[in-house]
């Protein structure tokens, strides 16, 4: 099943604090991390929801593994 595809303006509307949807972006791909506690209100330590966290994941103390536990929505635009 091929992904839809969403801009960034779109994805920064998933921030936790607009609507309900709590999203992140990595590398192209948009995961749902709505049921996740530590994502709750959109933030998880200094990062915010509703962004492309791709030039972020290297300061985490984890590995970009953990993203395999959400669901993917989309497909990040690179319009």
């Known amino acids: 099943m091929e ?7 779109q994805l920064a509307l998933r921030n936790g604090q607009d609507r309900p949807d ?6 192209g791909i ?8 530590l994502w709750k ?6 990062h915010w929801a509703g ?3 791709t030039d ?3 300061d985490a103390p ?3 593994e953990v993203l ?7 497909k990040l635009s690179t319009n």
């Open 41 to 46: 209100d959109g933030t998880h330590y200094e």
């Open 30 to 37: 948009i995961y749902d991390v709505s049921d996740s506690r």
């Open 51 to 53: 962004q492309d966290l």
């Open 3 to 9: 992904l839809p595809q969403f801009t960034k303006s």
């Open 68 to 74: 395999k536990k959400f669901k993917p929505v989309g």
């Open 56 to 58: 972020e994941i290297g």
């Open 22 to 27: 709590i999203w992140i972006a990595f590398e």
């Open 62 to 64: 984890h590995t970009p």
